[in-house]
């Protein structure tokens, strides 16, 4: 089994790639490969809503120039994902939110590649703004009908230089508990999914204009 994790920092060995090692380390402990895809420093631009991942049915997002398109088949042939970002304004940073909204809205509209993997998120903050961040995190791990690992307190690790966040003990433990019930999760995931897993439905999409 594997588990790829999205690096969001512009920073590749910030504390957000600490707090992702930490939940990596106990995944290898448990003999589940772990690999970090540092998408943070690219040049990603938005959806343009063009809906071409949808017409063509390729898995891929028409534009072709960045890194999405190779981390979408990434993201497709793991068996875990997770989603970790710094905090910008008490939110997603901007290039994460574009690599996201594209990544997610691909995999969506081509027959749900992310359905019922295993995913989680992190997030690692200097003060404040972590919930927030982790929250909006949380929205495209649960629309994409993946199961959600969690840990024995809000994924969120603290500190400002580069490896501080390993001085926050309560949110290295977080790290360490995420890690493994992870792999408890991709575990149990293997052993029922042939067996027991609930057959994919169609989408209905609504709006509310009378």
Same mark, same amino acid.
């Given at each position: 089994m594997k588990v790829v994790a999205i690096n969001g920092s512009p920073h590749k060995k910030g504390n957000t790639y600490h707090a992702l090692m930490e939940v990596g380390k106990q995944l290898q402990t448990e003999g589940i490969e772990f690999e970090v895809i540092h998408i943070g420093n690219q040049a990603i631009r938005g959806c343009l809503a063009c809906g071409g991942c949808a017409r063509n049915k390729d898995e891929r997002c028409t534009i072709a120039t960045d890194i999405v398109n190779d981390a979408i088949q990434q993201m497709k042939a793991a068996d875990g994902i997770i989603l970790g970002s710094p905090v910008y304004y008490a939110g997603i940073p901007g290039t994460m939110k574009s690599f996201l909204d594209r990544a997610f809205y691909v995999s969506g509209s081509n027959g749900n590649l992310l359905r019922h993997k295993v995913g989680a998120a992190v997030v690692a903050v200097r003060r404040t703004g972590g919930s927030a961040t982790f929250d909006s995190l949380n929205h495209y791990l649960s629309y994409s009908e993946m $199961?959600? =690992?969690?840990? &024995?307190?809000? &994924?969120? $690790?603290?500190?400002?230089? =580069?490896? +501080?966040?390993l001085q926050d003990a309560e949110g290295v433990q977080i790290m360490q508990v995420l890690g493994r019930n992870m792999a408890w999760l991709l575990q149990m995931r293997?052993? =029922?999914?042939?067996? $027991? +897993?609930p057959q994919r439905v169609d989408k209905v999409f609504t709006h509310f204009v009378r």
């Amino acid at each position: 089994m594997k588990v790829v994790a999205i690096n969001g920092s512009p920073h590749k060995k910030g504390n957000t790639y600490h707090a992702l090692m930490e939940v990596g380390k106990q995944l290898q402990t448990e003999g589940i490969e772990f690999e970090v895809i540092h998408i943070g420093n690219q040049a990603i631009r938005g959806c343009l809503a063009c809906g071409g991942c949808a017409r063509n049915k390729d898995e891929r997002c028409t534009i072709a120039t960045d890194i999405v398109n190779d981390a979408i088949q990434q993201m497709k042939a793991a068996d875990g994902i997770i989603l970790g970002s710094p905090v910008y304004y008490a939110g997603i940073p901007g290039t994460m939110k574009s690599f996201l909204d594209r990544a997610f809205y691909v995999s969506g509209s081509n027959g749900n590649l992310l359905r019922h993997k295993v995913g989680a998120a992190v997030v690692a903050v200097r003060r404040t703004g972590g919930s927030a961040t982790f929250d909006s995190l949380n929205h495209y791990l649960s629309y994409s009908e993946m $199961i959600l =690992a969690t840990s &024995n307190y809000w &994924n969120i $690790i603290h500190g400002r230089t =580069a490896g +501080e966040v390993l001085q926050d003990a309560e949110g290295v433990q977080i790290m360490q508990v995420l890690g493994r019930n992870m792999a408890w999760l991709l575990q149990m995931r293997k052993q =029922a999914k042939d067996s $027991i +897993e609930p057959q994919r439905v169609d989408k209905v999409f609504t709006h509310f204009v009378r």
